[in-house]
């Protein structure tokens, strides 16, 4: 069974920090564009971060660019969102995915990741 799962979600106070962590089982995803989205209450998921098969390019929402950085461990397996300098509004549920494809062109539109994970609650106070 394929699955993703997100870790290190939790309640921090704005200009803090934390780091999310998304773990494949069943497939390591090796060759997949790994993503991260996010949703707040009453709004849509939207794209926040997002890393190339190889590592080798990231982009980024103009809302966390400077502040969040996507990486993936050499095993491929994993995926990280670092979070500095949190804000209110990075509130939500934070959502890790893998593109449906492997070596494919990196993408910020959700409907080109077929994975996804459960999802983890940040909660940014002010």
């Known amino acids: 069974q394929v699955q993703l799962v997100e870790s290190g979600g939790g309640l921090v106070q704005a200009g803090g920090s934390l780091r999310l962590s998304c773990a494949a089982s069943?497939?390591?995803?090796?060759?997949?564009?790994r993503g991260w989205f996010r949703q707040a209450p009453g709004k849509e998921r939207e794209f926040v971060a997002a890393v190339s098969w190889n590592g080798g390019r990231t982009t980024y929402a103009d809302s966390v660019k400077g502040r969040f950085t996507i990486s993936r461990d050499n095993a491929k397996t994993t995926v990280y969102l670092q979070m500095n300098s949190l804000k209110p509004e990075d509130t939500a549920v934070y959502y890790c995915?893998?593109?449906?494809?492997?070596?494919?062109?990196?993408?910020?539109?959700?409907?080109?990741?077929?994975?996804w994970g459960q999802g983890t609650q940040v909660t940014v106070s002010s």
């Open positions: 069943g497939r390591t995803f090796s060759n997949n564009a």
């Open positions: 995915a893998a593109d449906r494809g492997r070596w494919r062109t990196l993408t910020t539109t959700l409907d080109e990741y077929d994975y």
